[in-house]
């Protein structure tokens, strides 16, 4: 099975070629990089119209060439692409980029939840066979775990997601975005001044936290001391339910997704409490963890296998599609 991938919920406009017999994934990206403040819908929607296009035709002309098609046949067996969750502005010009696609190579269409190829390209990578995800990306932060034909969030924030509350304080700060690896680089310095930790159930919050630095960095703490203590309690609140989610689930295998994810100190939290439990720890290599198509066409492949493939007239895309309103239809395996 050959897929061609599309993503575009925010900031990466980017396509990809995926073959399963020899499991390469080529990903064509192209970011959006605001000229000041955070991602603004309007631009990134233009970013896409423009730069959607160009990664697409790059994709395509490279599974061309490296699968020797015959110039008459799509190059491609389907067309997947994002359908959620993300921006609305971006999501509608990805869903008729792909739309377009999927009639002029005249292939079938896949809609594909954004975050749950966060998590299965994770279980793919690993070729883990049930695992718990943490979903760490910039919009979101959850919890997912497999259970009777869906992915159920056993934990997720109550505010803002992960990525999105490190950046807000980067641009109080006057940081451009992407806020995150220069939190990271910062915290090496860094030493630890108290802010708040708030985890309800399996549930987090980040919207005391983040105020909180903002009120320490005008109190002229050092921004060093702020962006350690950040990456401290905000990544412990999520190992800490990460390994709650193993304990409920029994699951011994815990993957990475999202952007947040690239982040070093917490991937080293998780790999200590995984190996402290005896669990097994993923974290996919960057290029999969952060929005790219690659994981959309990965996804795209085991959804069109299993025949989950979509009619243009119900291909709409949906801007809050939760990965628990997905039907789980390309794997059979029933844990317990
Ligand atoms: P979603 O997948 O929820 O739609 P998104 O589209 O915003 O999220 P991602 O690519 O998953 O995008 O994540 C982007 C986020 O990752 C940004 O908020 C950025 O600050 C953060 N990030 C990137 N690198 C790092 C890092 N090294 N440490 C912490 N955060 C990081």
Redesign the pocket.
């Known amino acids: 099975i050959r897929i061609l991938g599309i993503e575009g ?4 406009a980017s396509a990809a070629v995926y073959d399963s017999a020899t499991d390469d994934v080529f990903i064509e990206s192209d970011a959006y990089q605001p000229d000041s403040g955070g ?1 603004h819908p309007r631009e990134a929607a233009e970013h896409m119209h423009d730069a959607i296009p160009r990664v697409v035709e790059t994709a395509l002309e490279h599974a061309r060439e490296t699968y020797d098609e015959p110039a008459d046949e799509a190059p491609v067996d389907a067309v997947a692409f994002s359908r959620g ?2 921006l609305g502005p971006c999501l509608r010009i990805v869903g008729t980029a792909a739309r377009a696609l999927s009639q002029a190579l005249e292939v079938p269409l896949v809609g594909v939840n ?2 749950v190829a ?1 998590l299965e390209i994770g279980r793919h990578t690993a070729d883990f066979d049930s695992p718990v995800c943490l979903n760490a ?4 932060a959850h919890l997912l775990a497999y259970r009777n034909g869906r992915y159920r969030v056993l934990g997720e924030t109550m505010d803002t ?1 992960v ?2 509350a ?2 807000k304080f980067t641009r109080h700060v006057g940081w451009s975005h ?4 220069k ?2 680089a910062a915290a090496e310095d860094g030493e630890y001044v108290d802010l708040p930790y708030v985890v309800k159930g399996m549930d987090f919050s980040f919207s005391g936290i983040m105020s909180a630095a903002k009120q320490r960095y005008d109190d002229d703490v050092p921004v060093e001391d702020i962006c350690f203590s950040l990456q401290e309690n905000i990544f412990g609140m999520l190992t800490e339910v990460a390994e709650r989610a193993l304990s409920l689930t029994g699951s011994d295998e815990l993957v990475l997704g ?3 994810g ?2 070093e100190r ?1 991937r080293e939290m998780l790999a200590e409490m995984c190996a402290q439990r005896g669990a097994e720890f993923h974290a996919p290599e960057p290029r999969f ?3 790219n198509a690659g994981m959309i066409a990965v996804l795209g492949a085991k959804m069109y296998d299993a025949g989950d493939t979509l009619a243009i007239e119900e291909s709409r895309v949906d801007p809050n599609y939760r990965p628990d309103q997905v039907p789980v239809t390309w794997r059979s395996d029933e844990p317990e």
Request: negative net charge; without cysteine; proline residues 9%.
């Open positions: 919920t925010a900031w990466a991602i969750p993300g954004h975050m966060h990306s910039g919009a979101n997601g990525g999105n490190i950046d992407p806020g995150g690896p939190v990271e999202g952007g947040v690239q982040n917490l963890l952060r929005d």
